[in-house]
């Protein structure tokens, strides 16, 4: 079982402090500024664009289970939904879990009926197509031929299957919008799509596009803490470089007496991160 | 109590689970409306502070429970809780997936076949899947072999070996110089390519791996590009995406997320 080191407790119980009590401003009327995300901006034009064509746009949560990342990608998919709605756009969802259809048929259709199109919502383009990842790739890529799609949005967790869908839909000349955390896809998706969302601006994206005061709140107390992180790190590097292993010892298990030890074998900052040598 | 059960125990275990499951999920349908999502945040948060408290608490240092603080023992049983849960969830799923494709034979829609094929499909691999743990004829272990190790990895095998080829074309078009990207792309691509592979290596073999003269032979440069450019980019990026996860997290534990996504705030 692992649990918090003094550290750990201290670090993480600040930093979500310190996401809270941004929370709870923006709760009060404070209204932070949020830089233009070009990937999220393009949601209009990618669904402006399906509809001058008429043809349907695919959209994907991923590989995921039923978990944050998921959840967050539904999130960014049902404004996708609600915006195709207002033009009773079609939106194709295959997703690869079956219990995550109920979840995903509420969410969409509870978007169709916000933007007073219930109409154009069908649960026949909620697809369950599979739970194993390349017959999943299979029917995702199968349904961007058949259909072709004018767009597709590919949001959440993904594997080897990326560059699969990505390149089908290329193939059909879809506009492509794509986001995920998982870093060894992203330089796929940056190859075959038009707008990639990286890193945290995935977790950002429902407060750039719903201007939600809680989740514009949390945004500035990630960056918060993103800032909180950084001065550590040029606070440690420039402790360390004079042979004051402050910050480092208090975070790593191989404590550090001199700036020498750093530059022995096993000791580097990437090889402890690597080894989860971490406190 | 919380030890694997066999024979009648187990059964009146499963017995006593679904009742119990069943009562409480009728009971929560005579929630009224009003409550219901203060009663889900109220829920939420406790089974959060379970997982918090549990990590966040200190532990024994010696002794049996060493490494254990008081939660600790609770920790396998409550978080069987999310498989059960997990559960009910495939069964409602199983349940919306079947009543959509059999509304599709009953109504003679358009493409109803596959809907045939898919109900045919799961219920192939299904029966086979379950039968053969009950029964130890080889037969039927046999024939669940050929439809899942026979067809269904050899198709899957064969997908992923179409990776390969979806990396070219999309390589190809990375590559052509458009941009100052486009042409650091290709630069580090090309370096870290030849650094992989013994031709490339021999193109710098002449180079001492010795000295200042090292920094210059191919696999050196690699090594540089992905251990101090790559490797801090990726990390930069998964800080972020960790922060991200920690601050959704809390947003949803602390029931600040807006209830079902894009309805009012709770």
């Known amino acids: 079982m692992e649990h918090a080191t003094t550290s750990a407790r201290i670090i993480l119980i600040l930093f979500s402090v310190i996401i809270v009590t941004q929370v709870i401003r923006a709760q009060r009327g404070q209204r932070p500024f949020i830089r233009r995300i070009p990937g999220l901006t393009a949601i209009e034009e990618a669904v402006g664009r399906a509809v001058e064509m008429g043809r349907p746009i695919l959209t994907s949560v991923g590989m995921g289970g039923i978990d944050i990342i998921t959840l967050q990608a539904l999130a960014i998919v049902t404004h996708v939904a609600g915006v195709a709605a207002r033009f009773g756009q079609r939106i194709i969802l295959p997703v690869r879990n079956a219990a995550f259809v109920p979840i995903a048929e509420d969410a969409i259709s509870t978007a169709y009926n916000q933007a007073g199109r219930p109409d154009a919502f069908s649960e026949q383009d909620i697809i369950f197509l599979s739970g194993e990842q390349f017959a999943y790739a299979a029917g995702v890529s199968g349904l961007i031929q058949r259909e072709k799609v004018a767009a597709t949005f590919l949001f959440g967790q993904f594997f080897a299957e990326s560059l699969i869908i990505a390149e089908n839909a290329n193939q059909v000349g879809a506009i492509q919008v794509a986001g995920t955390p998982s870093t060894t896809q992203i330089p796929f998706f940056i190859v075959a799509c038009d707008y990639v969302i990286i890193g945290d601006e995935y977790y950002a994206a429902t407060a750039y596009l719903t201007r939600q005061p809680t989740i514009m709140g949390s945004l500035v107390g990630q960056d918060r803490v993103k800032m909180a992180v950084i001065g550590l790190i040029v606070l440690g590097a420039i402790l360390l470089s004079f042979g004051m292993p402050v910050v480092w010892n208090l975070f790593f298990d191989k404590e550090l007496a001199t700036l020498a030890d750093y530059f022995k074998p096993q000791g580097t900052l990437i090889q402890s991160l690597g080894a989860g040598g971490g406190k | 109590m919380f030890v694997p059960q066999t024979g009648i125990t187990l059964w009146l275990f499963i017995l006593g689970a679904l009742v119990v499951g069943g009562g409480v999920f009728f009971v929560l349908t005579l929630v009224p409306t009003r409550f219901r999502k203060p009663l889900i945040a109220a829920v939420t948060f406790l089974a959060g502070l379970f997982f918090a408290l549990e990590f966040f608490l200190p532990v024994a240092t010696e002794g049996e429970t060493k490494g254990q603080n008081f939660l600790t023992p609770f920790l396998k049983p409550v978080s069987a809780w999310t498989t059960i849960l997990q559960g009910f969830a495939l069964g409602i799923?199983?349940?919306?997936?079947?009543?959509?494709?059999?509304?599709?034979?009953?109504?003679?829609?358009?493409?109803?076949?596959?809907?045939?094929?898919?109900?045919?499909?799961?219920?192939?691999?299904?029966?086979?899947?379950?039968?053969?743990?009950?029964?130890?004829?080889?037969?039927?272990?046999?024939?669940?072999e050929i439809i899942y190790d026979g067809a269904f990895n050899s198709l899957n095998a064969t997908m992923y070996s179409v990776v390969a080829f979806y990396i070219v074309s999309a390589a190809y078009r990375a590559f052509r110089i458009r941009s100052r990207e486009a042409t650091l792309i290709l630069i580090s691509a090309f370096l870290i390519m030849l650094g992989q592979v013994t031709i490339g290596q021999a193109i710098t073999n002449g180079i001492p791996n010795e000295g200042f003269a090292r920094n210059f032979r191919i696999e050196n440069i690699a090594n540089w590009i992905l251990t101090r450019v790559n490797s801090p980019a990726v990390l930069a990026i998964e800080f972020g995406v960790g922060i991200g996860a920690l601050a959704t997290s809390l947003r949803i534990w602390l029931s600040l997320e807006r209830g079902s996504y894009f309805d009012e705030e709770l």
């Open chain 2, 93 to 144: 799923g199983v349940y919306s997936l079947v009543s959509v494709h059999l509304r599709n034979i009953a109504r003679k829609r358009e493409g109803r076949g596959f809907s045939v094929v898919l109900l045919a499909a799961i219920v192939a691999m299904a029966v086979p899947a379950i039968w053969k743990e009950y029964n130890p004829d080889p037969r039927l272990k046999g024939f669940y």
